[in-house]
C-alpha cells in the first residue's frame, strides 16, 4: 500500500491512502489520524489500511478523491529519530582520493552514520529555506526506511523485518559547514538543515523486485535547473537497510517511526551521473585537479523521482526551489 500524509493545520498532518497509480487517495483518519500514530499501534493500524488500499485500488473506496502532491506534507512530518548513513562506498572513497584523506577505520565492515533532525521535514513541493548562498547548497537523493519498534541489539534479519515502509528524500547539505563540523569529532548539526521527502511512502511489497535484499533497486532520476544530472541506481549499496538499521540499533531501542537513510545513492559506474553536487565536483577535482561546478544559488530547482523499468515512480515526485531564509 502507500500512504501520504496532507496538510490540514496540525504538525502531523492527516493520514492518506494513495492508489497505486498515484493517481487517486482516500482520507484514512477514522484508521488513524496520521501515520506516526499508525506505525506505534501497526499490527491493528496496517490491516485496515491495506483493505482500504485495496477497496482504492478497485474503485470501491466511498470518499475517494484525485490525488494531490502538492497537499502533501513529509509522509512523516516530525518523528521520533531520524538516523542516515552512508551506504554507497564509491561516495566515500571519492572523497577521499579528491581530498587525499586517510581513510575512515572499518568503511567496508562497520556503516558509517549520523543522527540528524527529526522535528521539521520538508514536503515534496514545499520551498527550501536557507540563509546564505556561501554555504555550498547541495541536495544528497536518497532512499530511507521506516520502522517499527526495534530491540537493542537486533540481528539485521531482526532489523530488516522490522522494516514497514520505503520512502524516498533529500537530504539537503550545506558543504561549507560540513568540514568543521566533522573534525570537530561530534558530527553535523548546522551543516545539515531539514531534510525533504517524496509524498508516498511505500510498504515494500509495493516495489516488487525492486525491493530485495534490502535494498531499492530503482534509479534515481535528479535534474538540476531542468537538466538531468543523474541517474544512479539504488541497488549498489554496500550495507542493506538490515545491517544499516541493526547498526542503528546495537546500544539503543528504535521506536515506531524511526527513519534510517542510505546516503547519498553513488555508482562505480560514472556514467550513470550523481545524486548530490559534491560528488561530481570531487570527480571534476580527480579528473581537472579543480572543480568546475558550482553549489546551488537561491531560486535553482531540484527535482528527484525513483523509477523502475517500466517508468513507474512508485514514491511520486520531489520538486522543489531554494530560497533565502
Known amino acids: 500500500m502507500k500512504l501520504a500524509t496532507y496538510r490540514d493545520g496540525s504538525p502531523d498532518g492527516r493520514l492518506m491512502v494513495v492508489s497505486r497509480d498515484l493517481r487517486r487517495a482516500v482520507d484514512a483518519g477514522t484508521i488513524a489520524p496520521n501515520l506516526l500514530l499508525a506505525l506505534e499501534r501497526w ?8 483493505r482500504l488500499s485495496d477497496m482504492l485500488n478497485e474503485g470501491t473506496a466511498a470518499g475517494a478523491f484525485d490525488f494531490e502532491p502538492q497537499r502533501c506534507m513529509a509522509p512523516l512530518p516530525r518523528t521520533f529519530q531520524w538516523c542516515d548513513a552512508s551506504a554507497f562506498l564509491n561516495h566515500g572513497r571519492l572523497m577521499e582520493r579528491a581530498f587525499n584523506t586517510p581513510p575512515i577505520p572499518d568503511f567496508d ?25 556561501v554555504l555550498g547548497i547541495d541536495f544528497e537523493g ?3 526506511v521506516v520502522v517499527g519498534k526495534v530491540p537493542m541489539g537486533a540481528t539485521p534479519a531482526q532489523a530488516l523485518a522490522a522494516v514497514r515502509l520505503v ?21 553535523f548539526l548546522q551543516a545539515k538543515p531539514s531534510t525533504s521527502f517524496a509524498p508516498v511512502a511505500v510498504t515494500p511489497d509495493e516495489l516488487g523486485d525492486a525491493w530485495r535484499d534490502g535494498r531499492v533497486h530503482l534509479d534515481l532520476d535528479v535534474e538540476w535547473n531542468g537538466e538531468r544530472f543523474g541517474h544512479p541506481n539504488g541497488g549498489e549499496m554496500n550495507f542493506g537497510f538490515g545491517d544499516l538499521v541493526a547498526h542503528a540499533a546495537r546500544t539503543r531501542r528504535l521506536g515506531a517511526g524511526t527513519i534510517v537513510g542510505s546516503g547519498t545513492v553513488s555508482n562505480a559506474d560514472r556514467a550513470v551521473g550523481s545524486a548530490c553536487i559534491a560528488e561530481r565536483r570531487v570527480i571534476e577535482i580527480i579528473d581537472h585537479g579543480a572543480p568546475r561546478t558550482q553549489f546551488m544559488r537561491f531560486g535553482d530547482r531540484v527535482r528527484m523521482c525513483a523509477r523502475g523499468a517500466d517508468g513507474a515512480a512508485p514514491f511520486g515526485v520531489i520538486d522543489q526551489r531554494v530560497v533565502r531564509a
Open 43 to 50: 499490527d491493528s493500524a496496517a490491516p485496515a489500511l491495506r
Open 109 to 133: 565492515t562497520v556503516p558509517v552514520m549520523y543522527q540528524g533532525a527529526s522535528d521539521d521535514f520538508l514536503g515534496p513541493h514545499d520551498d527550501v529555506p536557507l540563509p546564505d548562498e
Open 142 to 144: 536518497e532512499f530511507g
Open 167 to 187: 520512502v524516498q528524500l533529500n537530504d539537503w547539505s550545506l558543504r561549507a559547514l560540513g568540514p568543521r563540523e566533522m573534525k570537530s569529532g561530534f558530527g
